[in-house]
């Protein structure tokens, strides 16, 4: 999680702070916003795909006589468990996108500022916000599924 | 990143790209890829961000397709 926010950090701080730097934060939000959307189509596909597994195996057993009510449980309480297996990752992918959000909206309130180190101060923990909520969310996503690898956040090698 | 960018009003991810000359350009550079392909990432950034892709409606839609599996039908 902490490589997360070093790595914005960094970007945030390298950006200078001149008259351009909150300009450079929007291109850090844009391309932190483009990485965490690749994040969410590969967390969804890879949720779904597992989630199917369970449907293909009963299809496999029930069509097209059907499953007795034994079976049928068994596969209703399976998918409902795998579900939950994946709560904590779908409540870490909001809270991304929420700070994510944030930090966009930070954006507005950091052009309004009358102080730029106001603005800047603002963005750069909204910054750190979605470094954190990221790295959870990668950490969460290793815990169900080790093979998946996430895109790195701007400034990570 | 990209250098010399002046502030700009902006609400919208892709309102950062447009209101930008060369952003496009700069950020292909930092991926690697066309500009096209840019676009379509600073678009789905925005839809991740304003509109996140709803799993809610996969899995009813898929409790349900369970059902009339267990059911017999294909």
């Known amino acids: 999680m902490s490589r997360h926010r070093v790595a914005i950090g960094i970007v945030a701080v390298l950006t200078g702070c001149g008259a351009s730097a909150i300009g450079a934060q929007a291109d850090t939000i844009a391309v932190a916003g483009a990485i965490v959307a690749e994040a969410d189509e590969i967390v969804v596909t890879v949720r779904a795909r597992d989630l199917d597994e369970i449907t293909r195996a009963a299809q496999a057993e029930c069509v097209p006589g059907g499953c007795d009510e034994t079976r049928s449980e068994h596969y209703r309480d399976t998918l409902a468990e795998r579900e939950r297996t994946w709560a904590p990752v779908l409540a870490a992918r909001d809270l991304v996108v929420e700070a994510l959000r944030a930090w966009l909206d930070g954006l507005s309130v950091a052009q309004i500022a009358s102080s730029e180190s106001i603005g800047l101060g603002l963005l750069l923990r909204l910054a750190a916000r979605v470094a954190s909520a990221y790295g959870t969310l990668v950490d969460v996503l290793a815990t169900i599924a080790p093979d998946v690898h996430l895109p790195g956040l701007p400034g990570e090698s | ?74």
Do not use: N, Q, Y
């Open chain 2, 1 to 74: 990143m990209i250098a010399g960018v002046a502030p700009v009003v902006v609400l919208a991810i892709t309102a950062v790209a447009k209101a930008i000359p060369g952003f496009a350009e700069g950020l292909a550079a930092i991926f690697g890829t066309s500009t096209e392909d840019v676009e379509a990432k600073l678009a789905r950034a925005e839809a991740a961000v304003r509109d996140p892709i709803d799993v809610t409606a996969d899995d009813v839609g898929r409790r349900e397709e369970l059902e009339r599996i267990l059911r017999g039908e294909s």
